[in-house]
């Protein structure tokens, strides 16, 4: 298979598994105990596209983690607000920050930058490990 789709692939699941995780142990802290995760079959394509790490890590592999972290989480951001702003239009957008602190147009939250940096380097490390 080609290595641009397999890691598509990867991406997308990873980022599937994370996002149900997360969702999950927010269950938790209000006060679910089912642990619940979810995630939207939308959200594949979308975590798919940190398929462009795999290049981007072997041009910045000198670059210290702090700065690649931070430069994976403006690309986070930017793929978030302009796939979130664009399902907004349908009426499919599958997250809603309008009533949260710190978001920006309802499709990106400010305070999530430590989750972005963490989940770049993650993905990172992925896709290092499947080439």
Known sequence: MNQNISNFLLCGSAGWCMEIFWTGLHSLFTGQKTLTGKTSLLMFPIYGCAAVIAPLSVKLSSF???YRGILYTAGFYLVEFI???FLKQ????PWDYSGVPLQCHGVIRL???PLWFTAGLIFEKIL???S
């Not at 349908?90 to 957008?93: N, V």
């Open 64 to 66: 210290p983690f702090f």
């Open 83 to 85: 796939s979130g702003s």
């Open 90 to 93: 349908f009426g499919m957008c």
């Open 111 to 113: 305070d999530y930058a």
């Open 128 to 130: 290092m490990k499947s």
